[in-house]
């Protein structure tokens, strides 16, 4: 208990620890070193009554000595000790990381084993790595299993280093998978060059660039100024709309024409 270490050391550099380890017990009162004995074991009595809580004065109020003074709070304190490290080794067993990062996790645990410790319960190196592993939980079988394989001891220190650069692989590969390219795929789509229709009379990639008449077919005019134009426009419009839908349904959307002409409005289309 890092309470009665503090006093034994304290008392021990002013040799006065024999005032309650019985080795100075009170002399005679007739003796001449009785009056000395006295007012340094009442001093000493006086020390434990002023720095001790007030819910523990009672307890050692009744004490004539120094020494009982002593015995009781040892005594109180041993219980109170004991139902300490109860609580603290339940905290251990019962500490989860729970989506805290591998530093706080480890902080954590570290605080509750320095407590044990100051109640002069220390862990050993192999108890306390167990505690940790044990609440890393399921998705770390990976670590846990190479820690465990490992053939010497981990100091805290060395736990802490290894947990931690695990942690910072995790990271590291979950922001690869999450920065990777996304691809698609592109239809090869011939250029605008090739004009091909089904229909060998409106092939006009072999015919040389410039004005083409898509009635007649002629070079040098567009079908609105074909001398034919008022012959075709005659006919059945019925026919036309279905001429001119047999003509689009087999012409193909790679031509490199910048006019096409259509008696049927419903066959075109605004981009």
């Keep these: 208990m890092s309470w009665k270490a503090q006093i034994l050391s304290l008392l021990r550099g002013y040799e006065l620890d024999g005032f309650i380890d019985g080795t100075h017990p009170c002399p005679i009162a007739t003796e001449p070193t009785y009056s000395f004995w006295a007012r340094q074991d009442q001093l000493l009595h006086h020390a434990f009554l002023t720095s001790i809580s ?75 790595t167990v505690y940790v592993l044990n609440g890393l939980g399921p998705g770390f079988r990976e670590i846990v299993a190479s820690l465990h394989t490992h053939d010497s001891s981990l100091s805290f220190d060395d736990l802490h280093d290894r ?22 795929h592109y239809a090869n789509i011939p250029g605008p060059s090739h004009l091909k229709c089904r229909n060998q009379g409106l092939r006009t990639s072999n015919r040389p660039a410039g004005l083409t008449c898509q009635l007649c077919k002629l070079d040098g005019h567009f079908a609105t100024n074909c001398p034919n134009f008022r012959v075709q426009a005659l006919r059945p419009m019925a026919h036309a709309a279905s001429s001119s839908a047999a003509i689009l349904d087999d012409c193909l959307l790679d031509s490199s024409a910048n006019h096409h002409v259509t008696i049927d409005l419903a066959n075109l289309a605004l981009h």
Excluded: C
């Design 54 to 128: 007030e819910a523990i004065t009672p307890y050692i109020a009744v004490a004539t000595i120094a020494q009982q003074a002593w015995e009781t709070l040892v005594k109180l304190y041993a219980n109170r000790s004991q139902t300490r490290v109860i609580t603290l080794k339940e905290r251990l067993q019962t500490m989860k990381r729970d989506g805290h990062s591998f530093s706080e996790y480890l902080r954590s645990l570290k605080t509750v084993v320095d407590e044990l410790g100051s109640v002069d319960l220390p862990l050993t190196d192999d108890d306390l």
């Design 163 to 184: 947990l931690v650069a695990y942690e910072e692989s995790l990271k590291r590969d979950d922001l690869r998978i999450n920065s990777a390219p996304i691809t698609a």
